[in-house]
């Protein structure tokens, strides 16, 4: 089947005749004229009736054009709704992130991207696990420190950065902290991947490995940082999270030229040929929100 031959049959029946039809395809009315010939030789039945000064449909090319005029219609349709989903995002979207950084990292993400793509769903899966994106649908993910997945695209966020940082209250009522050392002898909230029994601290090339005593450990950094406002100790913190706090002296940075380990985090996607709309929306507010937070931690 030549759907050609069928649009310009269309196309000839609309127009009213083989040369109008000519002019509108931009083609040489032999060329319309023989593709409804090879249309009606492939058919059996004649669907135009040819006089000098008009054209006239038989009921078989009354009933064709009513089927064909319709099935075209719906393909103009198809394709116009496929290059309207080209330019504006929509359908919906699957991100993951790291259970303890998705609340801080995406909230403000999330919230831009549904303001400015209101046709866009979004589907946000904060997990601990290592997420197949393919095998599990998930069209882009935040992640931490080294990829594992070469076969992945990766666009750089920046580095978060871990420093540590105290309650005013608690500085004041436990005594200021002047050398790394000085950290075993405070109370100190631990979030346990930054180490149970140690932090690891670094100024410059100089690097030093700080024993505490495990008396509160954590594997939340949302509630980590909430023990630490509210003045239960010295807490080891990506230095994001914390600004706002800072800014408003509720957090106090400790040793501030001492810093804790530095991850690169990266926006990873799969491999493909054309990159939806919705994911490509998401991608631009998603470096446009975050890469400032990291590029001033």
Request: neutral net charge.
């Amino acid at each position: 089947m030549d759907f050609n031959e069928a649009a310009v049959f269309v196309k000839v029946v609309q127009a009213g005749s083989f040369s109008a039809a000519a002019r509108q395809l931009g083609l040489p009315t032999s060329t319309i004229s023989t593709r409804v010939a090879r249309l009606e030789q492939r058919l059996g039945v004649t669907l135009l009736q040819r006089t000098t000064r008009r054209l006239n449909l038989t009921e078989a090319g009354a009933m064709y054009f009513e089927h064909a005029s319709t099935g075209l219609g719906y393909l103009l349709e198809a394709e116009a709704a496929l290059d309207e989903a080209r330019q504006q995002p929509q359908g919906v979207l699957k991100v993951t992130a790291p259970a303890d950084l998705g609340d801080a990292l995406l909230g403000g993400v999330m919230a831009q991207t549904q303001l400015t793509y209101p046709a866009l769903s979004l589907e946000l899966m904060l997990t601990e696990r290592y997420v197949d994106l393919v095998a599990e649908g998930v069209d882009v993910a935040i992640r931490t420190g080294e990829l594992r997945d070469s076969s992945l695209i990766a666009k750089s966020l920046g580095t978060i950065q871990w420093a540590l940082f105290a309650s005013p209250q608690y500085l004041q009522s436990a005594g200021q902290i002047e050398t790394p050392v000085d950290l075993s002898q405070h109370q100190c909230v631990q979030f346990t991947p930054m180490g149970r029994h140690q932090w690891d601290l670094q100024l410059g090339t100089t690097a030093i490995r700080v024993p505490l005593a495990a008396r509160t450990l954590v594997n939340s950094i949302g509630v980590v940082r909430a023990m630490a406002e509210n003045g239960h100790g010295v807490a080891l913190l990506p230095t994001f999270i914390c600004q706002p706090t800072v800014q408003a002296g509720g957090l106090q940075h400790v040793l501030p030229e001492w810093r804790g380990r530095a991850d690169a985090v990266h926006l990873v996607y799969p491999k493909q040929r054309f990159m939806p709309p919705k994911l490509r929306g998401f991608i631009d507010l998603a470096v446009a929100e975050l890469k400032p937070l990291f590029s001033a931690s």
